[in-house]
């Protein structure tokens, strides 16, 4: 009589291995939450995904999820907007227009005796600057001096000579020529008189002292007491700064958005600007344009100098939306975006990029109202996988 041999006991895992008894499912791990217990849901969203996939593998376009499922996976949408534009960013750097600024230079050959002002001060027109010390001052000053003298002779020796016509003592002809000799004679000291104004020289002295003719900001001081100067040697720069320019460095790629009248604001300040002029020349070694824009409104808050962030407003697309650049993605070259074609229901749709500014997207392969999804992208692009 046979015995039969005992049956081998099974062999026990030890109580410090884990036990993986929760189903995992791929929707948890799209989710971003593995070994999540979700068995309350878990078959209901097993059931809907199976029938997804199904659809999804014979070519069906859209996605379906029930109520259950779209809150297990954190699915959310956010309505395309109508574009209003993108803002685009760039250095700028404060200037004013040519036509403000202003060089005080030499206008005889001298010596600096002293500049009287310093980089940044405002100065009013008039007020004295630099003051110089020469010769050829000295000789403008003699210059008017017998120019004057000249003219009282002259106007002596005309009235001498009316007076005579009168009488019948002397001709017509030699009292017009004293009368032209007088003409004359007022034009050389009226010249000599304005030619010593604007050189700055006072009076029978060597001292001449030069002033601005506006006013405005000293920008460089390019003259030392006691250096010497000849004429044309610039000695000061200002500017008038009532209008201010920004001069914005917009890489070349971007330039074609920007159009005269673009309104460009400044970070960190209550700044208005418009666009006035683009450059057509590609700055060398930046592959940038200058584009500028004159300031209309906030100017005091700024510095002649100054660099800044500027942000140029892109003019609207036509026909465009806006969308949060989170709720597009790229894929083989290409950018999708799921959007919501019914409740519950959501399909891939191709984006044709129009601009991207780093938070939102301008395309006109939506249209306004479209609700995109911005959150649980990465579950749908699982269920859209089939895996």
């Known amino acids: 009589m046979c015995r039969r041999k005992p049956r081998p006991k099974l062999r026990q895992l030890p109580e410090r291995w884990p036990r993986y008894t929760e189903p995992m499912s791929i929707l948890n791990f799209a989710a971003g939450r593995p070994g999540l217990n979700i068995r309350p849901a878990f078959h209901a969203i097993v059931t809907g995904a199976f029938a997804t996939w199904v659809s999804v593998a014979i070519g069906a376009p859209e996605i379906a999820l029930s109520p259950a499922q779209i809150r297990a996976l954190g699915v959310a949408t956010v309505a395309a907007t109508a574009s209003t534009g993108e803002t685009l960013t760039a250095p700028a750097e404060v200037s004013v227009a040519p036509e403000q600024l202003e060089v005080i230079s030499a206008p005889l050959a001298a010596r600096v005796e002293a500049v009287m002002v310093a980089v940044g001060d405002v100065v009013s027109r008039g007020r004295p600057l630099v003051r110089l010390n020469g010769p050829q001052a000295l000789d403008l000053a003699r210059e008017t001096q017998t120019a004057e003298a000249a003219l009282t002779l002259a106007r002596q020796s005309a009235q001498r000579d009316r007076q005579l016509l009168q009488s019948g003592l002397i001709a017509k002809s030699r009292a017009e020529a004293s009368d032209a000799a007088l003409a004359q004679a007022e034009s050389r000291a009226r010249s000599a008189q304005r030619q010593q104004q604007l050189q700055g020289v006072q009076g029978e002295q060597s001292v001449q002292s030069l002033s601005s003719r506006s006013g405005g900001v000293v920008l460089e001081v390019l003259a030392a007491p006691g250096s010497r100067v000849g004429p044309g040697d610039p000695l000061l720069r200002l500017a008038r700064t009532d209008a201010l320019w920004l001069d914005i460095r917009l890489p070349a790629a971007q330039a074609g958005q920007v159009g005269v009248g673009s309104t460009v604001t400044v970070a960190g300040r209550t700044v208005n600007a418009q666009v006035t002029q683009i450059g057509q020349a590609v700055l060398p070694g930046t ?98 996988a089939g895996t």
């Open 287 to 384: 592959q940038s344009l200058l584009v500028r824009a004159r300031v209309s409104a906030g100017g005091s808050s700024l510095r002649l100098g100054e660099l800044v962030e500027a942000r140029v407003r892109v003019a609207s697309t036509a026909d465009g939306v806006s969308v949060p650049s989170r709720g597009v993605w790229r894929d083989a070259g290409q950018t999708w975006a799921f959007v919501q074609t019914a409740p519950g229901r959501y399909r891939t749709v191709n984006i044709d990029v129009l601009s991207d500014d780093g938070s939102s997207v301008a395309t006109r392969s939506l249209k306004a109202g479209d609700l995109v999804v911005v959150q649980g992208i990465a579950a749908l692009k699982s269920l859209r």
